[in-house]
């Protein structure tokens, strides 16, 4: 069982080092937030067609986009259902603080994605929607 070893492993240097544990989990938790893994979409993006840094850019304009219309639809859905709103805001939480830590990537935020597009659509009142008429 390794999950023993490395807890007696990390135990002293966590409890040692208290401070640097605490922004080592902040750091990793805004990085699962916004990171773009440009390195992984650098493979796929003809660099030719469009620009590297405009993609870039769009990239990095989309992430935080979405994170605008998540907390939107968070706020939107806490004054209509405020179970449900903790329960998507807690879960997204979840995934993103539990692979916070020195290894943290943006990839870790795929589990959250479903929850944070639910969340921002109900920032969208069907009844005022044009799109939906």
Do not use: C
């Amino acid at each position: 069982d390794l999950s023993g070893y490395y807890s007696a492993v990390a135990k002293p240097i966590l409890l040692h080092h208290p401070r640097g544990a605490a922004l080592m989990t902040i750091r990793g938790f805004f990085v699962n937030m916004i990171d773009d893994d440009w390195d992984a979409l650098a493979e796929v993006v003809d660099d030719e067609l469009i620009p590297e840094e405009a993609t870039k850019i769009a990239v990095r304009v989309w992430t935080w986009m979405v994170w605008i219309a998540t907390i939107a639809g968070l706020v939107v859905l806490w004054r209509r259902d405020r179970k449900q709103a903790a329960l998507i805001a807690a879960t997204i939480f979840y995934f993103l603080f539990m692979a916070a830590g020195g290894e943290a990537e943006g990839r870790f935020r795929v589990p959250a994605v479903p929850l944070m597009a639910l969340a921002a659509a109900s920032a969208v009142p069907a009844r005022d929607s044009r799109i939906l008429r």
